[in-house]
C-alpha cells in the first residue's frame, strides 16, 4: 500500500511502551502531543511506516506469520473482544483491498505497536485511538474469518465451501437476532481488556464505510494462580476434553481444513450461551455434578479421580445402571463420537431487567474442520442434555477462518486467487 | 450469627487457594468432591465457621475493618462489578438482620476465603458458588451504600440525611430506567474480573428473596506497564485532579461525612456514560484536547507541560484569550471550585443493536461529604461543555456509603443506633 522506502525501513518501529517515553521527552520540551508528534518521532529515528514482520523484541508476544492464524491454538488468554460484521460493499474486490489493508495493522497490533493511518504516515496521533498507549501486545491474537452471508452478498457462492452453512436450529435455541449471523468475525483475545477492545475498535475504524459491527460480546478467563483448567460460571472446569493445542497430528484430525483455498484454516463456531445462575445456585452439588457428569472440586469424570482421567461412556455400575449418568452434558458430548476444539469465556453484562436475574454466561467458542462437528455433538444433546434446564442459547454464528499468512502475503490471499 | 464455639475458633480457616490443595488431596484418595467435603475439611483442622478477622496471611488482600470502608480511598483495582439493589422488605429491622449477615461473609470474600452457609456450616460445597476456588483475594474490595429510596421503602425517612437526595435532572441527561436508582450498592473492585463477579454474586445470593439487583454494571482498567494514570476509552487519563488517597486531612475536607450516623462514610455518585467512540475517533487531535483542556500524550493540562502539573483557570495569553478554552471539560470542572474523589472503570459491553455503534464507555464513580460537590461540577459543565458532542449519560445513582466497621461490629450499626 505504501511505496517502500529504505530510509524508513531502517530506522526503528515504534512500541505503545515506547510511546510513553516519548510523551515524557516531548513534555519536557514542549507540549509535543498537541501537534506534529509523527515527525519528532521520524526526528527521533523512529518508523512511522506500516510493519511487515512480527516483532522480535515486544513481550507477550504472539507471532501473526504461520500456516494457521493466531488464536486458535495459542494458549488461552484473559480477555476476548468478539466481533461479528457486516460488509457494506458487494464485491470481492473490496474484501480483497480491505484484507491488504488489515494485514499489516494486525501485525502491528500484535506487536504492540501504533496503528498508522494508512493514507498518509505522519498523522500517527490520529492514526491510532490511543487507549492502549503504554499496554504491552499483551499477547494479542486476532482471528479473522468469514460467515456464510459473505459469499451471497459478494456473489462469490461458488467459493463458499459446502461445509459452510447457518447452523441448523437446535431444540432448544432461543437465538436472538443481535447476537447472531455475521459476514466476518474478528476474534480478539489478550490478556488486557482494553488491548482486545482496542484491536477490535481500531480494525473497524480502518475499515470505516466498509464494516459495521452487527453484534460483539467480551468475555474473560480467570486463571487459578497455580495453574489449571479455568472455571467457568457454574464453577466446573471449562475446556478438559480438548486436543492438545501442541498435538499438530490430533490437531489435523480435528481443526485444520486440509482441502481447497480453506487449506490450513478452521471453522469458528460462536454461541452465547446465557447461564441460569440464579437456577445452578438453588441446585444440590450432587445434581449439578450429575449435569455434567464430572465432579466439580477434582474436574474429574464420575468414576474417577483426576480431571484428564480417561473414561468409558458405556461403563455400568454392579446395577447396571451408567457410571456416568446417560442425560449429563459429559456423556452425551462424548457419545457424539465428534471431537471439537474449545476456547470459550464466561461473560457477565450486567441482569435482565424484567427480572433482575444475571445476565451471564459463556461466549463459547470451538474450532473443528467442519463445522458438522460441533453440529453433531449438539444434536447429541439434543433435548436429553440435564445442562438444558440451565442455559439458553442466545445466540449463534459460524465462520470460516482464513489460513495463515506468509509474510510477503496477506490475510485471505487463497480465496482471491481461488477461481 | 453461629453460637462461640472454642473447638472451631482454634482451626484453620480454608482459602480459596487451599481449596485447590484439599481437592487433589481428596481427590488422590476418593472423589470427595461429591459429598461430605465440610467434613474432610473439618476433620483435617480446618475452620468451616465464619471468620471473624482480616487475614493476616493472605496474599494481593485489602483489609476490611477500619474506619471507612474499603474500595474507596484503596489503590484502584483493574475490575469493577457494580451493582445496584432493590429490597424486597420493608422494615429497619430487616436491614439490620441483612448487614448483621453480610458482614461476615464481606470479610471472608476480601480474605479470599469460601463463602459459608450461614445456616449450617457442614454444607461448604454448596456454601460458596464456587467460581473464585483457586484465585486468590485479588485485591478485592466491598462497598457499600444507601440510595434515597431505601429510607422512604423502610419508612424511616427521619434518618435519612439531608444531603442524600436524588440527582436533579442535568440539561443533556438521557437517562434510561434499568440504569438509574436502586436501593443499596455494593462496588466489588478487584484485581481480576470473576472475583469482583463472585462477590456481588454471592452476597446477592445469601439475601435471597430479600434483594434483587435493579441494574448492574461490570468495567475494567488498564494499568501502564510502567505506572502512571490509566487511559480512558478516549485516550486520556483519568482521575488527575484528584485528593491524594493517603492525604487523610485533605480526604477529610472533600470525601469523609463528619456527622451524624455517616459519620466516617461518604456519598458515592455513579454514572454509566456512553461514550461515542466513532465520533471521537473522527475528531482532530486538537479538537480531542480542546475538549478535554489536556494534551492527550503528556496529560498536562494547556499551557502547561506535565499531568500534575497546576494551573491557573483563568490565565490568558497575549491575545486576551483563555490558554485553557472555556468550554473545555476541564476549565468548566474547575471553574466549579468543588472538589470529588473520582474512581471511574471504562465498559465494552457490546453495541447499539440499531447503529452498530460501540454502547462502551464509562462507568464513573466519585466520592464526596455531600452529592451538592458532584451536582455543582455537573451544573458548571451543563450546556457548555464541549465534552456534550461526545457523551451521553444514560444511567445515574446516589447511594450514602456507609462508615468503615470495627471488629466486632457490623455494617451500617451507627445507622441502627440512631434514633
Excluded at 482486545?196 to 487459578?224: D, E, M, T, Y
Excluded at 466446573?236 to 483455498?261: C, H, M, Q, R, S
Excluded at 452439588?285 to 480417561?310: C, H, I, M, N, V
Excluded at 445442562?387 to 489460513?403: D, L, Q
Aim: aromatic share 8%; glycine share 10%; with cysteine.
Amino acid at each position: 500500500m505504501i511505496a517502500p522506502n529504505d530510509e524508513k525501513r531502517s530506522i526503528k518501529k515504534i512500541s505503545r511502551r515506547d510511546m510513553l517515553k516519548l510523551t515524557g521527552i516531548g513534555a519536557a520540551g514542549a507540549a509535543i502531543g498537541a501537534s506534529g508528534l509523527g515527525g519528532v518521532m521520524k526526528a527521533m529515528g523512529y518508523d512511522v511506516s506500516e510493519p511487515v514482520a512480527d516483532s522480535t523484541t515486544a513481550s507477550n508476544k504472539a507471532n501473526f506469520y504461520g500456516k494457521h492464524q493466531s488464536g486458535i491454538t495459542t494458549p488461552v488468554q484473559t480477555n476476548i473482544y468478539f466481533a461479528s460484521l457486516d460488509v457494506l460493499f458487494s464485491t470481492k474486490n473490496d474484501l480483497q483491498e480491505l484484507f491488504k489493508q488489515w494485514t499489516p495493522l494486525v501485525v502491528r497490533l500484535m506487536n504492540g505497536e501504533l496503528m498508522v493511518d494508512l493514507t498518509t504516515n505522519t498523522r500517527i496521533p490520529t492514526g491510532d485511538t490511543g487507549e492502549a498507549v503504554g499496554l504491552d501486545a499483551s499477547n494479542l491474537t486476532i482471528t479473522i474469518g468469514a460467515g456464510p452471508s459473505l459469499f451471497d452478498k459478494l456473489s462469490i457462492q461458488h467459493l463458499k465451501p459446502a461445509e459452510l452453512e447457518d447452523l441448523p436450529h437446535f431444540p432448544k435455541d432461543q437465538l436472538q437476532k443481535e447476537f447472531t449471523g455475521g459476514d466476518l468475525c474478528i476474534q480478539a483475545c489478550a490478556d488486557d481488556p482494553q488491548v482486545a477492545f482496542h484491536a477490535v475498535r481500531n480494525l473497524v475504524r480502518a475499515a470505516s464505510g466498509k464494516v459495521q459491527i452487527k453484534w460483539s460480546q467480551a468475555g474473560f478467563n480467570s486463571f487459578p494462580a497455580g495453574g489449571g483448567t479455568p472455571l467457568n460460571l457454574f464453577a466446573f472446569k471449562d475446556g478438559t476434553v480438548n486436543p492438545a493445542i501442541t498435538d499438530e497430528k490430533d490437531l489435523n484430525k480435528v481443526v485444520w481444513v486440509d482441502k481447497g483455498w480453506l487449506k490450513g484454516g478452521t471453522y469458528l463456531v460462536a454461541r452465547k450461551i446465557q447461564m441460569h445462575l440464579e437456577t445452578w445456585d438453588r441446585t444440590s452439588l450432587k445434581d449439578q455434578e450429575a449435569t455434567f457428569g464430572r465432579y466439580r472440586d477434582s474436574g474429574a469424570p464420575f468414576g474417577k479421580t483426576k480431571e484428564f482421567d480417561d473414561f468409558d461412556v458405556e461403563a455400568k455400575d454392579s446395577n447396571g445402571d451408567y457410571i456416568m449418568p446417560d442425560t449429563s452434558h459429559v456423556h452425551l458430548a462424548r457419545k457424539s463420537g465428534a471431537r471439537i476444539l474449545r476456547r470459550s469465556y464466561s461473560y457477565a453484562s450486567g441482569v435482565m431487567s424484567n427480572t433482575g436475574a444475571h445476565d451471564a454466561g459463556l461466549i463459547f467458542i470451538s474450532f473443528q474442520k467442519d463445522p458438522a462437528q460441533f453440529t453433531t455433538v449438539q444434536n447429541s444433546l439434543g433435548r436429553l442434555d440435564k445442562m438444558n434446564e440451565y442455559v439458553t442459547h442466545r445466540g449463534s454464528a459460524v465462520f470460516a477462518c482464513f489460513p495463515g499468512v506468509q509474510k510477503g502475503s496477506y490475510l485471505g490471499e487463497a480465496l482471491f486467487n481461488a477461481l
